[in-house]
Structure formats: C-alpha cells, structure tokens
C-alpha cells in the first residue's frame, strides 16, 4: 500500500473537513476526527461518544491462534477501550460482520458468546449492525455509542507542560503474548494467564470514568498501538513534549523493556494529571495500579530516562499497515 | 456457510434481547435489530436513528466494473438510504475502510472523492472511522447517524390491513445495470444512464422525510434486496399480507418485470399508506414519481395480480449469503 495508516487518516480528515459544515439544527460535532472518539453535542445534558474499530483475520487475529469466543470478547473490547479513553460510559454496540464460506455454526456461536458477556458485563446493548458473506476472511467492524456529561469528555489535546504522565496497569503484556503465539510449542504450553493480556484484555471503563468525573485527567486516550507511538500521538495533539522513565513503567517480570516500550493492544490508558492534582490520584483503582511514569515537556520532543541516562524515545509502535 | 443472513440476524437479535436491558439513565433503544435502523431516544427533542452497511469487493462489488468515485458514492449512498427509509436526516457518517496492499493512491483520492460529494450533497459530516490494511479485498463499513422528530421515524411494523402500498420511482433498473455489467461487451457499450441506477443510486431523503413531517406512511422501509423480499419483512413485521399489481410496477421500459419484482439494489422506498390519506400523496415529489402498487390484506399471504389472474408471489429477493 502506498499510504500509511497516518496519512490515510489524515487524509480523511483533510478532505472531511473541506466538506464538513456542522449544522445549526440538532447535533452538533465537537470532536471529528483525530481522537479516539467523535463527540457529538445535542440538546441534552449529555455529549455523545462515538467510536468504530476493525477487526481483520490476518491482520488482527489469527483464528488458529485463538477462540471464536476471545475474537468475540475482543472486538467489543476494542470499541469499549476507546469510550474508556474519554471517560465515558458506553451505552449500545453495533456490530457488522462478514463471515466465510466455511465458518461453522458453533463459531458463530462462541463468537457472539464473548461478544454478549463482555457486552452485558459492561452495561452495553447490542443495538443492531449487517452481515454479509465474506469470500475470504472474517471480518468485524464494531461501533460503540457511549456518553458522558457534557463538556467533560478528556480529548487528547488537553495535556500541558508540567503536567505528570500516568498509566493505568501494565504494558507489554499483550506483546509478550504475541511472542507466544507466533511459537508453534508457545502456543500448546503457554499458561492462560500469559495469553489473557492479549486474548482478553479489560477495558478500562471505570479508571477513565473516574478521572473524568473528578476532573483529575487533562488528557487521556488508550493504548493500542504502544505506548511511544500513542504518546506521540497525545503529544502532538496537545502541542507538547513528553519525558518518561524506563524504570517507573510497570511491566510483568517477563515482559522487556521494548514490548513495554512499543508493544500494542495493551488497552491501558495513557493521561496526564496536573501536578497540583497528583495526591488526588488514587494508588489503584478497582484492583488496577495507576502509575506516574513522566511529565509533559514544553518542546516537542520525547524523551527517555534510563539508567540516568536520557535520550531520544524512539517511536516505533504498531501501525496497521 | 452454514447460516443464512436472514437466520444470522435473527441470532443476533435473540442473544442481544437476552443480554439488553435499556438502561435508566441517558439513552433508551427504542428499535432495536430488525428495522432499516436503530432507533435511540435522550431527553432531546429528536430520536437518533443509526444504521451500519457493509460493502465488500467481490460481494457487493467489483473493481473491475465500477470507478472508486462510484464505489465511494454507494458505501455512503447505502447509509443514507436507510436513514431515509426512516424518514430521517442524515448528520453524521463514519467510515472503517481496509485497503488492499496493491492499492493505488489515486484510487483512493477518487473513492473519497465520491464519497464526500454525496456527503456534502446531503448535508452529511464525516466524523470518524478507522482503517486498516485488507490481506485480500476492499472492505468497507458505514455507519450513518440521523435524527427525526422524537416518535415520528417511520417503522417498518405500523402497516395496516387496507393500506396502500407505494414505492418512490421505478424498479428493477440496478438489476438490468448489473445484467450489463456481467456481459464483457456490455461493461464497454452501454450507455452511461443504464449503468447509473447501479452505481450512483440517489438515496430518498427528501422523500423519506415529507412522508414521515406530513405522517402520511405507516410503514416504510427502503428496497435495497429485491421488492418481493422487501414487502415480505414488511409484511412480516407488521403482521399482514400484501397483494401488488404486476402492471402498476413503474419499470424503464428495456427491463424485464422479473428485475422488478426481484431485482435488488435499487433503493427506492417501499411505504404504506393509510386509504384515508391516499390524496394526499403527491404524485411525484422532486421530480421522482411515486406510485401506487398494491394493498395491504389482512391474511399474512403475499400475492400477485398479473393479466387478469391472481397467484402467489414468489420471494426470491437478493439474499448477501
């Protein structure tokens, strides 16, 4: 392909917004594109959170590598993940799917099986979606509808210099599962704990809605891509720069550095606290550690500290392409 | 595949009513699977009413037979329809697209291109989305939020015994397209106006609308699979039967009544309309005719009068397995 995942976003947005014109009736769009939700604006009291995210056999999953009902579970989480990142509270899904020729009923099943308990766990109703036959892979597209009180969805360009960089739980879990998957004899003797990160990952809906409703985050947004790609990306969207310890990122004692560094689909969160707010964080939040790593920087390079030494963070997280 | 879409849907539709449940607060479904839409209630004036399409090369279409700019047109042209199938507004759309590897950057530019002439055309913002890079064939998915009147979006289930029913122009026309398109010659010969029904269909907002503001239909839903098969989920959600006439099917004069009575694609809007109201319907409304096909019985039979005789009419509708 000729175009980056970037460019072909930013492309959209460009030629979107040539086109766009929000209107003066009804709904109104706050945020378009460039967040990990759309918010929309009505007469209610409430704005809208609206995100949408693939799922591609081959590209995001492997069907050998693991069960209709984990393919299930992590398509709504993805979707959920992204409501997570703006402190809302995800309301309804909408769920489009093409299947192959050869895909057996009880796929099908355990697929929606996983979706539906994730769903229910989270408040969310499965509102409607299409299906259509797929002569290749399986194919999901997962919309999720939430809400938050209007005017407090934490955007991702509200980070400034000084404030304290935080995340919630531990990365290069998901990574580290990868690794084994991708092992024939991993994936035979791996123990299920070590596949969860990436098989059934949690998001974090009720961190995000606390630092919402307390007003503690400036920025937030989740981790799927890695944490120096997706920090990058709430830098440039906060028009700062970022300083982070190698030593203060929580990881799993078998995870390395550079899968905490630059491993996806984590679905932690990523947000900065004002320095005056920081007592008011709390240490963890139902069972998940919240950490400071960092502080945001006025330039607008990033930065790693690591045995006293500090240097260039390099950005080399998951693009899609 | 061992499941039809019709029986997909309905599994989708039973295992989601077991795990919803509409919550107090905010947002309340007030449709849920089985309508052209979603219909979600706030505490705003307006109903938001939300629809997802899936386009698929090789399922829905073909590169080598369309332009991007008419492929841009109809994933956006498929959303808009089902909004107008509810007498809706269109304010928002977002778009998932995975591309394949060998995709040229300026099929690209001109399958936005077409995409956003029609946003803009119907006073649509694109307001999000995702991408991904496709291992195989182009994917696309739509997701097109509307709003109207709260209470007034018009269902697929409010047909009555002795209504009448009427659709908006004529039928059959993206059958015939596809007829051509199939023949070699015919993809290097035919005149551009036959292909147009197939590869820019005009969904019918303004006509969805005026139906729904001046209440005159009491049910409507839009004829994307094929008139037979249409009528008979409407009939099914509205607990009736139907009777149509083979002669007041307006079709183009080169295609075969079976491509009208069959025929799929043409999204054009299939409404009923109580016999009360029946001189209140214009006859055309922005220069599109609308026109009366048949009645609405009491029996859940659906049955065609064709030269003098009446018999069964045969469900054969376009079904995407």
Aim: proline share 5%; aromatic share 4%; with cysteine.
């Amino acid at each position: 392909l000729r175009l980056s995942e970037r460019q072909l976003v930013e492309r959209i947005g460009r030629q979107a917004s040539q086109s766009a014109a929000c209107s003066a009736r009804g709904l109104v769009l706050k945020q378009g594109i460039g967040d990990d939700c759309a918010v929309i604006g009505g007469s209610s009291g409430n704005d809208l959170l609206i995100t949408t995210d693939l799922f591609l056999e081959g590209v995001h999953f492997r069907r050998e590598w693991q069960s209709a009902d984990s393919v299930g579970h992590k398509v709504l989480a993805r979707g959920l993940s992204d409501i997570a990142a703006m402190g809302g509270t995800p309301r309804f899904a909408f769920l489009s799917v093409a299947l192959p020729p050869d895909t057996a009923s009880r796929w099908v099943d355990e697929f929606f099986e996983g979706l539906l308990r994730l769903a229910k766990a989270s408040g969310v109703t499965l509102a409607g979606g299409d299906t259509a036959a797929s002569h290749s892979t399986f194919v999901a597209d997962i919309m999720v509808i939430g809400e938050a009180k209007r005017g407090t969805a934490v955007l991702r360009s509200g980070a400034k210099p000084g404030d304290e960089i935080w995340i919630s739980g531990s990365l290069g879990g998901a990574a580290a599962a990868l690794g084994i998957l991708q092992r024939k004899s991993g994936r035979r003797t791996a123990p299920r704990d070590r596949l969860q990160p990436l098989l059934y990952p949690l998001p974090r809906l009720a961190i995000g809605d606390e630092l919402r409703r307390r007003r503690l985050a400036s920025a937030m947004m989740d981790l799927s891509d890695g944490l120096s790609i997706d920090l990058a990306r709430l830098c440039q969207a906060s028009g700062v720069g970022a300083r982070i310890s190698a030593a203060a990122i929580p990881r799993p004692a078998y995870v390395p550095l550079d899968h905490a560094l630059h491993g996806g689909e984590d679905f932690e969160l990523l947000f900065t606290i004002p320095a005056a707010c920081s007592r008011k964080v709390p240490k963890h939040l139902g069972g998940v550690p919240l950490t400071r790593i960092g502080a945001i920087t006025r330039g607008r390079s990033l930065r790693l500290l690591q045995e006293g030494r500090e240097s260039t963070l390099p950005v080399r997280g998951f693009e899609h392409f």
